[in-house]
């Protein structure tokens, strides 16, 4: 499929499309990317967010227009990587009806971050309130200042 023909003419997308049609083409070298990383990538690109730190949290933001909460999963890799994906399903047919013009994006989704060492990977929250899914991650506190410890001299 060209994805130029969707709308997709950024650099971006041709060089995904590029790597498409040169994994079709090729002998399945191993150097190659495989189709699910690149459907991954495409999915990455195409799910912008926003991140913000404040003095106690990180916030991520990420539109989601028309899921239900069962359509989206938050999750952490690893202990430390966050990962928001999911799948946008196209709406049924009703009969009669045909589409002039296919511009939303159906499919899968997904994001990941590597998060900061000092995020708490137990005290993460996710709301979705009007097509806007908001990912809260504590942070730790800061470690308590060492105190010199003390040694008692002998006399010999």
């Known amino acids: ?17 590029h790597k498409l049609d040169a994994a079709d083409d090729s002998d399945k070298s191993v150097s190659a990317p495989t189709r699910t990383y ?13 991140v913000k730190e404040y003095p106690n949290s990180y916030i991520f933001i990420v539109d989601m227009p028309g ?6 999963k938050v999750q952490v890799e690893d202990d430390n990587v ?39 990977s137990d005290k ?10 908001t990912v809260t991650v504590e ?4 470690p308590a200042p060492k105190k010199p410890r003390i040694i008692e001299v002998k006399m010999a």
């Open 38 to 50: 690149i459907r991954d990538a495409k999915a990455m690109a195409a799910t912008p967010a926003d």
């Open 1 to 17: 499929m060209d994805l130029r023909m969707m709308g997709f003419d950024s650099p971006l997308f041709s060089a995904l499309q």
């Open 124 to 133: 993460i929250s996710a709301v979705c309130q009007d097509g806007v899914l």
């Open 139 to 142: 942070k730790l506190p800061p």
């Open 67 to 72: 899921l239900k909460s069962g359509d989206i």
């Open 82 to 120: 966050l990962v928001i994906s999911g799948e946008r399903k196209r709406e049924e047919e009703k009969e009669g009806a045909k589409h002039v013009r296919m511009e939303r994006r159906v499919g899968k989704f997904m994001r990941k971050f590597a998060l900061p060492e000092n995020a708490d």
